[in-house]
C-alpha cells in the first residue's frame, strides 16, 4: 500500500478512503511484478532507455521467430506464477495489480498465438518509421550518447532484415495486408530509400549535440552516423523496396476484409475485443455506431441553425470545407493558434483536475518526412528521466485541409486534458507500478481522448457555433469510425461504402478522410477504441454524479479515472464504483 505522506496534491486523499482497512500486501505478488517489469524492460530497449537506460538506447528489440519464442516462454512462466498467487483475500492495489498482470499476460500471449508479427507495418507506421519517431524527441548532450544512437544506426539493417522475414512468413501463410496498403507502404518505401544521407531524418538527433562537446568533435561524429546510413541503412532501405515489389505486392489480399484472412474471423473477434476491452461482437458495435451517428447528426444540425446559415446540411458542409476564413495562410499560424488554444486549455485546468502532472508539453509540427501521409495531429509522449517534454504534434502541411474549427477539439484530444495530461499523470502516479503506467489499453487512452474533447465545451474551450460544430463533427468522425472499421472487417464493406459515413456526416476535409480510411483497412479493430471508451467513462460519470448528487467533485472524479493508470473499461467501472461508495461515506 502507498504512503501519502508528502504527497501535496489533496486530491490523491481519496485513495486511501476507497482503500478502507489496511491490507497486508503480497510479497510473492510483489517479486512476481518486479521480475516481470523487469523482464519486459530487458525486452522493449525504446521503453528501457525513455525511462533512462543508457545502456538500452544502443539496442534496438529483436523482431524475430526466435526472440518470440523466448516471449512465448517467459510470459507463459509469469502466467504460471500469477495461477498460484489465488486472487481470493487480495484487496485493494494487490487486487489491482494481480488482475491487470493477469489481463496483460492473457493479451500479449494472444497476440503471439495469433503471429502478428507476420505484418509488420501498416498504412499508419511500421518498422520502417520507428526510429524516425524516436529521433524527434531524442536527447543529445553527450558522446555517449551520439555512440548510442550511431550503435541503434548500425544495428539498423538487422532490424530491417528480421521484419521482413516476418513479412516473408505472412506471404507465405496468406497473412497479408490488402493491396492498397501495400502500395501505399511501397511509395513511402521508395521515398525513404531515394533519401540522400546528408538529409536523412535519421541524422537529426546527431545535429542536436552541444557546439562545445569535449573527445571527438560533432563533425566526427556526424561523418560516422553518415557512413552507416551511407553503407548500411540505405541498402537495407532498398531491400525492403525490393521485397515489396517483387515478393509482398504479388502476394497482397485482394479483400480488404481482416475476416477474409486464414482464422481472419477470430482475429478480428479478438482485435474487437482487445481494443475495446469489452465483450461486444461486432455486429453490435456496428449498432452503437449507427445509433450515435443518428444522435450526434441531429446535434449538429441544432448547431448549423444557431449559425444562421440558410442551406441544408449538405451545403454547409460543402461550406466548412471550401471558405477561406476557416483555413490558416501559414504553417507557423496553424502552429501558433494552436499554441494559444493549448495556453487558453492550461489556464482552465485546475477548475477541472485535482491533480496535474509535473511535465510540461511543447506544441510540434509533425516532422516533412511523414506529414504527407500522416493524421491531423498526435501526441508523442515525454520522459522526465530524459528530460524530454511530452509533444502535441500538428499536421502543417495542406493547409486547406487543416480547418481551424477543429483546432480546439483537436488540442482538447491531443495535449490537455487529453493525451499528454493523462499519459503524465499516470507516467508520475505514486504507488502505480511501471507495468501499469504506460500500458497500452487503447479504449481507455483514446476514450479519454475524445471524453476530453467534450469537456472541453464546459470548459468554456469552443468560442462559437463553428468550433462547436467542429466538435461535434469529430465526435462523429468516431462513431462513423465504429460503424466503416466493422464495416469494413466484418461485414464486407468497400472503401466507398465506409466513406459515405463520413462524407455525409462530418466536416472533415477530403484528405483527413482518405488518411483515416487507409488506417482502417490496414489496422483493424484499433479505431473502435475511442467512442466505446469514451462513452463508457461519460456513463460512469453520470452514474457517480447521480448518486452523489451534491458531493460530487468533478475534480476528484477525474483524479479517479486517471490516477490509477490506464484501465481496462470492466476494472475502470469496478474502480469509479468503489469510489463512489467511498465518496458516500466521506465527511
Known sequence: ???????????????????????????????LVADYQAWSLGDDPFEAGRRGDQEALSRLPDPGPAADARRRAALSAFRDRLSRLPAAGMSGEDALNRDFLDWTLSRRLASLDFDEARMPFSSDGGFDQTLGYVAGGLPMRSEADARAWIARLKALPGYYDAHIANARR??????????????????????AAAVNPDDDPLLAPLRRLPADLPGPNRTALLDEARGVLRDHVRPARARFVAFLETEYLPAARQSLAARSLPNGEAWYRWLVADHTTTALTPDQIHQVGLDEVARIRREMEAVMAETGFQ????????????DPRFYATSREELLEKASRIAKRIDNELPAWFATLPRLTYGVRPVPADIEATYTTGRYFGGSAARGVSGGYMVNTSRLDQRPLYELPALTLHEAVPGHHLQIALAEEAPGVPEFRRNADVTAFTEGWGLYAEKLGGEMGIYRDPWERFGRLSYEMWRACRLVADTGIHWKGWSVDQARACFTQNSALSPLNIEVELARYVSWPGQALAYKIGEMRIVALRETARRELGDRFDIRRFHDAVLLAGPLPLDRLETRIRDWTEAERRRN
Request: charged share 15%.
Open 1 to 31: 500500500m502507498m504512503s501519502l505522506r508528502g504527497l501535496a496534491s489533496a486530491g490523491l486523499v481519496w485513495l486511501a478512503l476507497a482503500a478502507g482497512p489496511a491490507v497486508a500486501a503480497s510479497p510473492a505478488l510483489d517479486a
Open 170 to 191: 505472412g506471404v507465405k501463410s496468406g497473412f497479408t495486408q490488402p493491396r492498397p496498403t501495400t502500395l501505399q507502404v511501397l511509395e513511402r518505401a521508395r521515398a
Open 311 to 322: 442551406g441544408d446540411f449538405p451545403a454547409f458542409l460543402a461550406l466548412l470545407r471550401s
